[in-house]
C-alpha cells in the first residue's frame, strides 16, 4: 500500500505562484510515473502534469509554460511549481501514482492523494 499526502495548497493572487508536494509513504519496490490531477465541481477530474521515472514530464496545454512537475526519488515526493495562476487554475489539486509491489510477481496499483485547495481570486 501506499499513502500519498499532499501540501502547499492556498490562496494567492492572480499572477502569484504556489508550490504543491506529494509524499509517498507505505511499503513498495518503487514509485513509478507519478501526476497532479485537478477538479472544479461539477466537472470531471482533468490531468494536468505528470512525470515518469526518467523524469521525463508532460503537461496538459493550458499550464504549459506557467506549472512545472519535479520529482525527489529520495524523498518519493512529487512537486508542482505553479507560476503566473490564473482564476481559471483554482481547483482541488490530487497527487497520483503507481506503487510497484511484489505480491508473488510485480504487480502495479494506482493511489490518490486527499486533494489539496488552490484558490486564485483577487
Known amino acids: 500500500q501506499v499513502q500519498l499526502v499532499e501540501s502547499g495548497g492556498g490562496l494567492v493572487q492572480p499572477g502569484g505562484s504556489l508550490r504543491l508536494s506529494c509524499a509517498a509513504s507505505?511499503?513498495?519496490?518503487?514509485?513509478?510515473?507519478m501526476a497532479w490531477y485537478r477538479q472544479t465541481p461539477g466537472k470531471q477530474r482533468e490531468w494536468v502534469a505528470e512525470?515518469?521515472?526518467?523524469?521525463?514530464?508532460k503537461y496538459t496545454d493550458s499550464v504549459k509554460d506557467r506549472f512545472t512537475i519535479s520529482r525527489d526519488d529520495a524523498k518519493n515526493t512529487v512537486y508542482l511549481q505553479m507560476t503566473s495562476l490564473k482564476p481559471d487554475d483554482t481547483a482541488v489539486y490530487y497527487c497520483?501514482?503507481?506503487?510497484?509491489?511484489?505480491?508473488?510477481?510485480?504487480?502495479?496499483?494506482?493511489?490518490w492523494g486527499q486533494g489539496t485547495q488552490v484558490t486564485v481570486s483577487a
Open positions: 512525470i515518469n521515472v526518467n523524469a521525463e514530464a
Open positions: 507505505g511499503t513498495f519496490i518503487r514509485i513509478l510515473t
Open positions: 497520483n501514482a503507481i506503487g510497484m509491489h511484489y505480491i508473488g510477481s510485480v504487480v502495479h496499483n494506482e493511489y
